[in-house]
């Protein structure tokens, strides 16, 4: 089941169907913030010391698993069009999406790497 499915479901039950719901413990550590709101890791290619680059991206990746990068050098108006473009793809309908979906031991596609669990807990995918 796919998250836009999930979240249909939950607007048409009202809630998200319990096998979705991972105990406390099992959650992201980082997902409710009380006072401030940490500002996202920001990557800057244009840093003369690649090594603190590498730093910073190990760094983002294990502790936020995301970050912002700038000074990568590509124009300003291809990321707009990547964006246009992604935003369109994503707010098609499902089965639209279905139609270009990965798959089995193919490395693209729409979809996920994730396995599907037969039982019990499920993954977001």
Do not use: C
Not at 5 to 25: C, D, K, M, V
Not at 53 to 58: A, L, M, N
Not at 84 to 112: D, I, S
Request: net charge negative; aromatic share 6%.
């Amino acid at each position: 089941m796919r998250v836009q499915t999930i979240a249909s479901l939950s607007n048409n039950l009202g809630t998200i169907p319990p096998e979705f719901i991972r105990p406390e413990h099992e959650q992201p550590g980082k997902t409710t913030f009380h006072g401030p709101v940490p500002e996202l890791p920001v990557i800057d290619l244009a840093n003369p010391d690649q090594d603190q680059v590498i730093r910073e991206i190990v760094e983002a990746s294990s502790e936020w698993g995301i970050f912002q990068v700038v000074n990568h050098g590509i124009p300003e108006e291809v990321v707009k069009e990547i964006q246009r473009v992604g935003k369109h793809f994503f707010e098609l309908p499902q089965e639209e999406k279905k139609k270009v979906a990965k798959k089995p031991n193919m490395k693209e596609g729409y979809g996920t790497k994730l396995h599907l669990e037969p039982e019990g807990q499920k993954t977001w995918v």
